[in-house]
């Protein structure tokens, strides 16, 4: 991160902390200043800087042109056909990203400001005697994790980037180097591991309140470090996508299928399966919290989704998940029409989401996400009847559809494997711009004016405080390796 962009995030995350979150309440920190943090902390303000990692993590997620929408808008899940803000097509969907812009020069520069908030907490937790030794490593373990979900975020949308690993200086230090998109993910493993062994000396109870979000998951040893598992899961799923090695591809699902194991994942078919199970950004109306954005009018429902859904045994019912999150597009009077763009008449849909009223929480991860994400690494560690087993227990009892014998090959597994994350996972994080670039599968067009964004450029500040960088020379359609 730029000395520049340290230094403006600085004063947002200032910002962010004097606001409530999600039955968190949260005092200003601008009385000490936030470096006081680390070198003269109580233990109040270390546990109000913990708290402000959790309302800044969530920072950016529903917002309008916050990281749901518009990755849901790179991968063909969502439009947003606003009259006043053109970029929302003309820019997200039909031009490149734009560095300098709201839009394409995004999800950088506050989640470095997080991560270093974190490194602030580090070193601070020994200076406060009131601690205990359990309460330092659950605090730990905590920011470790939030950090690597900072991380993760960055470099699923910067991607060919690559990205800053080594930022625990004070500002104005010479700035770390960039590195690879496969070396941040190491990174990412690396911090989630080393979370993973401080949440298991961490005890029963954080010293901060998580909210709402985490109701089940604010154990440290226990539920917490489920939590942490489950995204460790993930990481190694897309860090075995990248790997062209087949025995390092192995390793990664094997490591993923361990994972998984120590994680929240219920998939026993004799119980009841949750697929909602799992932790949450959450929002509410009440004073000074964040409400969900997702709402906007202006947002619509991609029409592949209505086309591409498969239907139930009875060969008129669509898939039970596109039912349950979207609905007709209506005038008003009430009489199904089409929603459609101002600026390219292609662009036009019958449908929207009814996936979130404005407290409705977003996931970071949950149940049914794990449940495909083990039927991955079955597969392509060589268990192709358990693979199918857990696609099959998402499909039939998610979809509502029947159950899929099993693929014919490894494109045909991915394919169906596909099909289920869309829909079970729609409109939740950008699941399918990530998916399809993982798998190396182009994004489907509608219009001739749209373009392939693979992912974002590196924001214009940063670019600035690094004449000469490569990385800046990567525009967003640009395929590197």
């Given amino acids: 991160m730029s000395i ?6 600085t004063g947002a995350i200032l910002g962010s902390l004097v606001l409530a979150s999600c039955s968190l309440d ?6 000490p200043g936030l470096d006081q943090i680390a070198t003269a902390p109580t233990a109040i303000s270390v546990n109000t800087a913990a708290t ?49 812009s709201a839009f394409g020069g995004v999800f950088w520069a506050l989640d470095y400001a997080n991560i270093r908030l974190g490194n602030l907490i580090l070193a601070g937790l020994d200076k406060v005697p009131e601690f205990t030794d359990t309460n330092k490593a659950a605090s730990r373990g905590f920011v470790h994790t939030i950090q690597a979900l900072e991380l993760l975020t960055v470099i699923l949308t910067h991607y060919d980037t690559g990205a800053v690993i080594d930022v625990d200086h004070p500002l104005g230090d010479p700035l770390g180097p960039f590195v690879s998109r496969e070396a941040v993910f190491v990174e990412i493993a690396r911090l989630l591991e080393l979370a993973s062994t401080e949440l ?64 929240f994942i ?87 989401f009814k996936i979130y009223t404005n407290t409705s929480p977003i996931p970071i991860i949950r149940n049914e996400d794990l449940l495909l994400l083990k039927a991955e690494a079955l597969y392509f560690t060589g268990d192709k009847a358990g693979a199918l087993t857990e696609l099959n227990l998402v499909r039939t ?35 399918r711009w990530i998916d399809l670039r993982r798998f190396k599968i182009a994004l489907p067009m509608v219009s001739e004016k749209e373009v392939q964004n693979i992912h974002y450029p590196v924001p ?7 004449p000469g960088e490569p990385a800046c020379n990567i525009t967003s359609t640009d395929v590197v390796n």
Avoid: W
């Avoid at 949260?26 to 009385?31: F, R, S």
């Avoid at 604010?218 to 489920?226: A, C, E, M, V």
């Avoid at 039970?320 to 005038?331: G, I, M």
């Fill in 397 to 431: 009892l998610s979809g509502k559809l029947p159950p899929l014998a099993l693929p014919a090959d490894d494109n045909a597994f991915i394919a169906a494997l596909l099909y289920e994350r869309r829909y079970s996972l729609m409109f939740e994080g950008g699941h």
């Fill in 52 to 100: 402000g990692m959790l309302i800044n993590n969530r920072g950016g997620k529903a917002a309008t042109a916050g990281l749901v929408n518009q990755l849901g808008i790179l991968g063909r899940e969502s439009y947003t056909f606003n009259a006043s803000e053109s970029r929302f097509v003309a820019e997200i969907l039909e031009g490149k990203l734009n560095r300098t």
């Fill in 26 to 31: 949260v005092p200003d920190l601008n009385n």
């Fill in 4 to 9: 520049k962009q340290r230094t403006l995030a």
């Fill in 200 to 263: 298991a000396a961490g005890g029963d109870a954080f010293t901060f309140a998580l909210g709402t979000g985490f109701t089940g998951f604010n154990k440290p040893s226990s539920t917490f470090l489920q939590f942490n598992r489950a995204i460790a899961a993930r990481t190694a799923v897309y860090q075995a996508t990248l790997a062209t090695d087949p025995a390092e591809r192995t390793k990664h699902y094997t490591d993923a299928l361990t994972a998984l194991a120590a994680s």
């Fill in 266 to 352: 219920v998939d026993n078919a004799a119980m009841t399966i949750d697929f909602k199970l799992g932790a949450n950004y959450a929002y509410s109306l009440g004073a000074g919290d964040l409400a969900n954005g997702l709402i906007d009018p202006t947002i619509v429902a991609h029409p592949a989704l209505l086309t591409d859904a498969q239907k139930q045994a009875d060969g008129t019912t669509l898939d039970a998940r596109f039912v349950a999150k979207t609905t007709p597009v209506v005038d008003d009077k009430g009489k199904p029409t089409t929603a459609a763009s101002t600026l390219d008449t292609a662009l036009s849909t019958p449908i929207k």
């Fill in 460 to 466: 214009q500040a940063e670019c600035d405080a690094r």
